[in-house]
Structures are given as C-alpha cells and as structure tokens.
C-alpha cells in the first residue's frame, strides 16, 4: 500500500513548480543589487535579462521588479542618473 501510494504521489512530488523559480531567482536579485549597493558597476546590467526570464517563470517577478525599482531610484539615481534609468525602464521592458 505505501509503494503504491508512493507511485501515486510522485507526479505531484516530482513536478517542478513556477513558484520555485520565484525562490530561487530573488535571492539572486538580492545578490546582485547588495553587490550593486557595494560597488557598482555596468554588471547592474544583468537585470533586464534576469526580469525576462523571470517574467516567463512566475508573476512574482513584480515584487523584484518593486525592490530592483527601489534600489536604482533611492540608491543608483544619484550617482548614475542615466543608467539607473535606462536599467529601469529596460527591466520594465522586458517583464
């Protein structure tokens, strides 16, 4: 009986959900915009490429979208006016 229950169940344990990817990619943002916060550098680049990705995985991709958004107006703004802008609208582009 557990061997066929545990047949039963592995499509459903098996099963990669969209909702992993959200765990898995936003700590990679975080990562990335602490880094960022660190030293900034044209790597801030990455996050339209990683918002497209996202944005095809899980919708949760609007609450990387808030804090990446966060970080390049409150932090990146004032000391590379264009690039946190054009890094912000090509994210909001790509989701």
Do not use: C, D, K
């Not at 765990?23 to 990455?46: D, G, H, K, T, Y």
């Not at 004032?78 to 989701?95: D, E, F, H, Y």
């Amino acid at each position: 009986m557990l061997l066929l229950v545990g047949v039963a169940a592995s499509q459903s344990l098996l099963i990669v959900r969209g909702q992993l990817f959200s765990l898995a990619l936003f700590p990679v943002l975080v990562l990335l915009l602490r880094n960022q916060a660190r030293l900034p550098s044209e790597a801030v680049w990455i996050l339209p490429p990683l918002f497209a990705l996202w944005s095809n995985l899980h919708g949760g991709v609007l609450v990387g979208i808030a804090v990446a958004g966060a970080y390049l107006l409150l932090q990146r703004l004032r000391r590379t006016p264009v690039t946190a802008v054009a890094v912000l609208v090509a994210s909001v582009g790509a989701v």
